[in-house]
């Protein structure tokens, strides 16, 4: 059904972009080929890995354009990190595509400095504020230097025509507290919280994915949990503006849930120009 909504290059595009077993079931003993994670998306090997690549020249592209500003080059050359240490993120789908913020800013960094730092998305799409605590473990395990945790969009989402939300605000509120105290205690420097930023509740409705996943996501619950976060877990990179303003329908995706290569750029430049101020 799906393959007579859209052409297939398109729909298997969107699906590997946001979906990957490989790090969802990497507590299983095995490993799972190219070959294998193709097969989940009916694509031959070929298919998947030129995806990718065009993935990868996407995220290049968009770093270029940040290091061609002097201010941003500026910043990420004074960052307080040096050879070997370790930056994660911990989050959704936002930060889990291949085409993230995240992904644009390691790049953007190693670019400028030329520095051998770790940058390890810990980000799992479709995760709500209770499932990040299974990424905890390796938060732990790593030891990072800086943290990034951008999680809360997946609380505010409903399925089926129920009106109770995956994640109730007063248990989000309590999740996120409790991410940044495990955060904190794990982290080396500074732990940083980015706030949920709502979506477009009408392109949700007429997408022809999430409406097969029977899902919809509700402004108000996340403008709540994304004041929350401004208000009670500082330090935060608040970049809902960029998605408020007279621009914002170009940067979100067709699905109206996730963002644009314009989006997640505009979110990677607004991160960087804020760190400066931030890192200790």
């Not at 959704?92 to 291949?98: A, F, Q, R, V």
């Not at 009106?163 to 999740?175: G, R, V």
């Not at 999430?210 to 996340?222: P, V």
């Not at 979100?252 to 991160?271: I, Y």
Request: aromatic share 10%; net charge negative.
């Amino acid at each position: 059904m799906w393959k007579l909504a859209m052409d297939f290059l398109s729909r298997t595009t969107r699906l590997v972009r946001f979906f990957h077993p490989d790090k969802r079931l990497d507590f299983l003993p095995g490993k799972i080929s190219d070959e294998a994670l193709a097969s989940f998306f009916e694509a031959n090997l070929e298919e998947f890995s030129a995806i990718k690549d065009g993935f990868k020249e996407n995220v290049c592209l968009a770093a270029k354009q940040l290091v061609e500003k002097p201010n941003v080059v500026t910043i990420l050359q004074q960052l307080p990190l040096e050879n070997g240490n370790t930056v994660v993120v911990v989050g959704d789908s936002l930060s889990d595509d291949y085409q993230s913020w995240f992904e644009i800013l390691t790049v953007a960094y190693k670019e400028v400095t030329g520095k051998t730092v770790n940058w390890i998305n810990l980000a799992h799409s479709g995760d709500t504020s209770m499932q990040t605590f299974a990424s905890l473990g390796k938060v732990k395990q790593l030891q990072p230097d800086l943290t990034f945790c951008f999680i809360g969009t997946n609380d505010s989402r409903i399925h089926a025509n129920c009106s109770k939300h995956c994640t109730s605000l007063s248990e989000s509120f309590e999740n996120l507290k409790a991410l940044k105290l495990s955060c904190e205690h794990y982290t080396k420097g500074s732990v940083i919280f980015l706030p949920p930023v709502g979506v477009d509740e009408d392109r949700i409705s007429n997408d022809w994915l999430l409406t097969a996943m029977n899902a919809k996501w509700d402004n108000a619950h996340l403008k709540s949990l994304g004041d929350f976060i401004v208000d009670e877990l500082s330090p935060v990179i608040d970049i809902r503006s960029i998605f408020n303003g007279p621009n914002a329908g170009d940067m979100f995706l067709e699905d109206g849930l996730h963002w644009s290569l314009d989006g997640q750029l505009n979110v990677a430049e607004k991160v960087i120009l804020n760190l400066g101020k931030l890192v200790r």
